[in-house]
């Protein structure tokens, strides 16, 4: 769920302004993750002055923009996640390709070295990108300070405190792991998404509270690499949020791989030894229950981060939830006072956050920027992926509308063969009467790539005919894609 960024190595404190440089602004951006490095940038495009702040830091301190996404999110994760892959496969699939390995072994250290060294290539390049488009980057915490005569003051802790000043304050200061109550965050025993990527030995028992994206993707990394991975959910189904008949797919193979999935449970007591950590809890049939862990990871939501944003002094509001309140064009209830990403409402993506960037600073600039939340795609980067976008088959049912469907598996494409990934379905639904396009569903290989294609035909509001008499390259993954939608009117030729 991450940008493309140009990788090139800088020097940091080239960006940062000097004590003879003007701090006066016409746009301010707090946050230097997904949705702020990239509104910044964008406003710069658009011609204006253009400041970023961002606290972040590297291992020897040193700024490390790109928010949660990059440093402990989306980039780490999805690094560990190819890494673990590669070593499942070479122990577990390569001798069917006519590949013998002897003597397989793990080296868990360059494995989260190399994790390391991805995040601060993304790191570098957004700090290079800054300099292209002439931003001002700020290292350190962003606050408001004051507010008058329709100019905010912004002051910046870091190194050393700064004061800047803008017409336009855009806040994108993300979100923060939901900690469970009576379990804070050690990340030793009980570990955050930020723990959860720095486990420096394999556990043998890892227990992971949540089944959601994050908790998925970190327990499936580390199962892959050896650890027995038991998966509590409070939720009696799985996946809620997933198509039904995607996310049972979906349960199924991961259960085959390994992972222990109990659904339906109530947490109890968490209690911590010297070096495990012990979970009560009563299943699903009401039966109490104790599972000790070696490593526990609690990925239960996330929260809005706005402690230390100052938003009290110039009389910022918040949700009741504790989310910025902003309209649907993302202005806050203060003039010239914008929030994106997490930190307001929506679902909690990089890429959704990127996109109200860019709408902001479109905005500002007196233009008309939009972001269609009905075709913000979801990804779970887990083995096999699972992506949709649009409404699902539960949502349409509920909503009384008349749809059609149709499923194609990768078990009958030619290109998943080959691969020997044929795990999965595509699956679209569609206007009964109109045949457009509603929903999009995919479990199996590369369907975060796989699900693009689906969301340039929902926004351009495409039937699944469309797709149907588009031509796909063969061999290709996408041909499940042509055929699923050609199932919609039970005309699949391949299945």
Not at 183 to 196: M, Q, V
Not at 309 to 320: M, P, Q, T, Y
Not at 341 to 346: A, F, L, S, T, Y
Not at 411 to 421: E, P, S, T
């Amino acid at each position: 769920m991450e940008a493309c960024i140009a990788v090139v190595p800088i020097r940091w404190t080239s960006l940062i302004p000097g004590k003879d440089m003007a701090k006066n602004f016409d746009v301010v951006v707090i946050g230097g993750g997904p949705g702020g490095y990239i509104a910044a940038i964008r406003a710069a495009q658009l011609g204006f002055s253009v400041a970023c702040i961002d606290e972040w830091k590297n291992e020897k301190g040193g700024p490390a923009p790109g928010g949660t996404c990059t440093n402990v999110g989306c980039i780490p994760s999805k690094a560990l996640l190819q890494s673990s892959e590669h070593f499942e496969h070479a122990g577990h699939a390569f001798a069917e390709h006519g590949i013998d390995i002897a003597g397989l072994s793990l080296n868990l250290r360059q494995m989260l070295s190399r994790k390391e060294t991805v995040v601060k290539q993304n790191n570098d390049g957004i700090l290079y990108l800054f300099k292209k488009n002439k931003v001002s980057f700020f290292h350190g915490r962003g606050a408001f300070a004051k507010a008058e005569a329709g100019v905010y003051t912004i002051s910046v802790t870091g190194t050393a405190a700064e004061t800047v000043t803008a017409k336009h304050v855009v806040i994108a200061t993300g979100s923060n792991a939901r900690e469970l109550p009576g379990a804070p965050f050690d990340e030793r025993l009980i570990l955050s998404n930020t723990g959860a990527l720095a486990i420096e030995a394999v556990p043998k028992r890892l227990g992971v509270i949540g089944a959601g994206v994050i908790g998925l993707e970190m327990g499936s990394v580390w199962r892959r690499l050896g650890a027995a991975v038991t998966v509590l959910e409070a939720l009696p189904t799985f996946l809620g949020a997933v198509d039904e008949q995607i996310a049972k797919e979906a349960h199924k193979l991961f259960v085959k791989q390994g992972l222990a999935i109990n659904l339906g449970v109530k947490i109890g007591a968490i209690t911590q030894g010297a070096d495990d950590v012990s979970v009560a809890y009563t299943d699903d049939k009401g039966i109490e229950q104790k599972a000790v862990f070696d490593k526990l990871i609690i990925s239960i939501g996330r929260v809005p981060n706005t402690i230390g944003l100052g938003g009290d002094i110039v009389g910022l509001k918040l949700d009741g939830r504790g989310f910025i309140a902003v309209d649907d064009d993302c202005k806050t209830n203060l003039p010239n006072v914008w929030a994106v990403g997490d930190v307001v409402r929506g679902p909690m993506l990089a890429h959704k956050a990127e996109e109200e960037g860019v709408a902001v600073a479109e905005r500002i600039a007196g233009q008309h920027g939009h972001v269609n939340f009905n075709t913000v795609p979801w990804v779970i980067y887990t083995a096999p992926e699972i992506a949709w976008v649009g409404k699902n088959e539960q949502q349409l049912k509920a909503d009384g509308v008349a749809y059609k469907a149709g499923v194609f598996p990768f078990m009958a494409n030619g290109r998943a063969r080959a691969l020997g990934d044929t795990a999965g379905m595509v699956k679209f639904l569609a206007d009964a009467k109109t045949d457009e396009i509603l929903g999009v569903h995919i479990v199996g290989p590369m369907a975060s790539e796989l699900i693009s294609e689906a969301v340039v035909a929902m926004e351009f509001r495409a039937s699944s005919e469309d797709i149907a008499r588009i031509c796909h390259a063969h061999p290709s993954l996408s041909e499940a894609t042509k055929e699923a939608a050609l199932a919609v009117e039970k005309r699949a030729l391949n299945f």
